[in-house]
């Protein structure tokens, strides 16, 4: 899977060219500190005095940097779906390998940030499934018609409170294999260099 990264995105992150890799690791540890805790501003303007440049190119060159590590971290994408999404920045290979490093080092400890944060959507819980299978009608004394039954369920947190919610659903075998086919089909898709070469040219 390849990030498709929008223009300001890139903007922001065009700002790393301009700093030595040091800089570029401190702005990852600092990127690191702001999603355990939040941002501060005074941070900012330090940085800033420090590189002699306005505390906007900071913010900015700090949350796009977060950006990209969150987005990679949560769908764990590889290292060379990573250096493919990063391309489109038009950085030198010394400046990709220090962010996949960063990426490397600092992922696992991102999902296990980002999964302790409140989300207002709904997560998965569980799954219960049942098959019916109908062996006879008044028309039809042998048929065999079956029929899955899934309930599924979901929590969401909402005020420090968890509410729990269910979505039945219902589908014959063949539709449900047709879905998981074309599901396996799109995601071996989305790894073939055609599909990596149109994803780097979205705007």
């Known amino acids: ?18 700093v030595d890799s040091a800089v570029v690791g401190e702005f ?11 941002t501060s501003s005074k941070i900012y303007e330090g940085a800033a005095r420090k590189l002699c440049v306005p505390v906007e190119m900071v913010q900015h060159g700090v949350e796009g940097l977060m950006f990209l590590m969150t987005e990679s971290s949560k769908h764990m994408i590889s290292e060379v779906d990573f250096l493919d999404s990063v391309l489109v920045l038009g950085f030198g290979e010394e400046l990709n390998q220090i962010l996949l490093q960063l990426y490397q080092q600092h992922h696992s400890q991102i999902r296990s940030i980002l999964s302790q944060l ?3 959507l709904p997560a998965y819980h569980n799954l219960e499934w049942r098959l019916d299978v109908q062996l006879a009608s008044r028309s039809l004394r042998q048929q065999v018609v079956p029929m899955l039954t899934m309930r599924l369920l979901l929590t969401r947190s909402c ?8 979505r039945v659903l219902h589908t014959d075998p063949s539709t ?27 705007k």
């Not at 990852?28 to 939040?38: D, P, T, W, Y």
């Not at 005020?159 to 269910?166: A, E, N």
């Open 1 to 18: 899977m390849l990030l498709v990264l929008s223009e300001e995105h890139k903007e922001h992150l065009s700002f790393l060219q301009k």
């Open 28 to 38: 990852g540890r600092i990127a690191l500190e702001f999603l355990r805790r939040g």
């Open 118 to 120: 409140p989300s207002n």
């Open 159 to 166: 005020d420090g409170r968890s509410d729990c919610s269910s």
């Open 176 to 202: 449900l294999l047709h879905l998981i086919s074309t599901l396996e089909a799109a995601l071996a898709g989305m790894k073939t260099s055609h599909a990596r070469r149109i994803l780097r040219n979205i």
